[in-house]
Antibody, heavy 127, light 108 residues
Framework: EVQLVESGGGLVKPGGSLRLSCAAS????????MSWVRQAPGKGLEWVGR??????????DYAAPVKGRFTISRDDSKNTLYLQMNSLKTEDTAVYYC??????????????????WGQGTLVTVSS | DIQMTQSPSSLSASVGDRVTITCRAS??????LNWYQQKPGKAPKLLIY???SLQSGVPSRFSGSGSGTDFTLTISSLQPEDFATYYC??????????FGQGTKLEIK
């Protein structure tokens, strides 16, 4: 069974740092592209960033609101994805979900979607 | 950046109704469009990928259509378990994914 389990959430003061982890099982993690998506209380889904597999370069991309403050990394030997969050702001308060970027290659293009998702971990930034 | 706009933002319907939710992209995204369902306190669940492909295990009353800038999610006959919030998401740009703002489907 494919499973993603996030951990590391909690209460942190503005300007502080926090590292989230996502433990993956049930699939070949090293081949997977992975993403973080967040959801502020009562709000919609917001993509945070993505890391490609090392085979595909291991590169990262980030949404504008977190670029330069958040860093996504992976440890394929531990089947674990990370989100290092620095210079946290109150507006970073959200449930953070880890998700796999599923891909299918067709002759006319490569389709991506998010599946499966972890259960989420709550990050609260408050003084 | 590609902006995704869903309509309506909320919708009241009854069990058995046919419901359509629309999603519009700020530029053409071909068929790089996915739909998710989210229930309160739960992670989102993939329903439709590549605009019209039904995810395995998702009931056939769900369908997706569209290409370019205009897309629809249709539920042919609402069931009690379908009351939830629905999101579209573009994957045309794999370096900058974006979601619609969501459509909350409520019981009339």
């Amino acid at each position: 069974e494919v499973q993603l389990v996030e951990s590391g959430g909690g209460l942190v003061k503005p300007g502080g740092s926090l590292r989230l982890s996502c433990a993956a099982s049930g699939f070949t993690f090293s081949n997977a592209w992975m993403s973080w998506v967040r959801q502020a209380p009562g709000k919609g889904l917001e993509w945070v960033g993505r890391i490609k597999s090392k085979t595909d370069g291991g590169t990262t991309d980030y949404a504008a609101p977190v670029k330069g403050r958040f860093t996504i990394s992976r440890d394929d030997s531990k089947n674990t994805l990370y989100l290092q969050m620095n210079s946290l702001k109150t507006e970073d308060t959200a449930v953070y979900y880890c998700t796999t970027v599923a891909r299918v290659i067709r002759p006319w293009g490569v389709y991506n979607w998010f599946d499966p998702w972890g259960q989420g971990t709550l990050v609260t930034v408050s003084s | 950046d590609i902006q995704m706009t869903q309509s309506p933002s909320s919708l009241s319907a009854s069990v058995g109704d046919r419901v359509t939710i629309t999603c519009r992209a700020s530029q053409s995204i071909s068929s790089y469009l996915n739909w998710y369902q989210q229930k309160p306190g739960k992670a989102p669940k993939l329903l439709i990928y590549a605009a019209s492909s039904l995810q395995s295990g998702v009931p056939s009353r769900f369908s997706g259509s569209g290409s370019g800038t205009d897309f629809t999610l249709t539920i042919s006959s609402l069931q009690p378990e379908d009351f939830a919030t629905y999101y579209c998401q573009q994957s045309y740009s794999s370096s900058m994914y974006t979601f619609g703002q969501g459509t909350k489907l409520e019981i009339k």
